[in-house]
């Protein structure tokens, strides 16, 4: 019983106890684990499946390293991406406030269906008014 870990054995019989459709494996350690004498044999399958349970136990601990891994990149994609909009939207409404041809970009983008019904009394304050804006927007090119 010298290779056994003992207090890992009782941790897992104890755990496995507590599912509610243990697999087959977990159900022989809780078995072999909760057995008063158990013989060489016994030991050795013991040893079999604990080592296996460990590895399964590694396994779920990389997963789970390699997802929160994951969860932390898409986090900082989305966060990234959200400070360019701010940045971009900054800069429009700045530009709206200095340049007549900007500010009638914002009405269109306002009143063409590019910003959602709900939103629309939020940001409609923002829309500069003035009597210098052009009749038409230019081209791309001229902007």
Same mark, same amino acid.
């Not at 003992?6 to 159900?27: I, M, Y």
């Not at 079999?48 to 460990?54: G, H, M, R």
């Not at 994951?70 to 909009?85: G, P, Q, V, Y």
């Given at each position: 019983?010298?290779?056994?870990?003992?207090?890992?054995?009782e941790?897992?019989?104890?755990r496995?106890?507590?599912?509610?459709?243990?697999?087959?494996?977990?159900?022989?350690?809780?078995?072999?684990?909760?057995?008063?004498?158990?013989?060489?044999?016994?030991?050795?399958?013991?040893?079999?499946?604990?080592?296996?349970?460990?590895?399964?136990?590694?396994?779920?601990?990389?997963?789970?390293?390699?997802?929160? =891994?994951?969860?932390?990149?898409?986090?900082?994609e989305?966060?990234?991406?959200?400070?360019?909009?701010?940045?971009?939207?900054?800069?429009?409404?700045?530009?709206?406030?200095?340049?007549?041809?900007?500010?009638?970009?914002?009405?269109? =983008?306002?009143?063409?269906?590019?910003?959602?019904?709900?939103?629309?009394?939020?940001?409609?304050?923002?829309?500069?008014?003035?009597?210098?804006?052009?009749?038409?927007?230019?081209?791309?090119?001229?902007?």
């Amino acid at each position: 019983m010298a290779n056994l870990d003992l207090a890992h054995l009782e941790k897992l019989v104890k755990r496995f106890k507590g599912f509610n459709s243990p697999t087959d494996a977990q159900k022989l350690i809780i078995l072999l684990g909760e057995k008063n004498f158990r013989d060489d044999d016994d030991n050795k399958k013991l040893a079999v499946l604990l080592k296996a349970e460990k590895k399964a136990d590694q396994l779920i601990g990389a997963r789970r390293e390699a997802r929160q =891994l994951l969860d932390k990149i898409k986090a900082d994609e989305r966060k990234e991406e959200t400070r360019k909009k701010i940045i971009w939207g900054s800069a429009l409404k700045t530009a709206a406030q200095k340049n007549p041809y900007m500010a009638q970009v914002m009405a269109k =983008l306002l009143n063409e269906g590019y910003i959602s019904e709900r939103d629309k009394d939020v940001v409609k304050g923002d829309v500069p008014t003035s009597s210098k804006q052009a009749t038409r927007l230019p081209s791309i090119a001229n902007v």
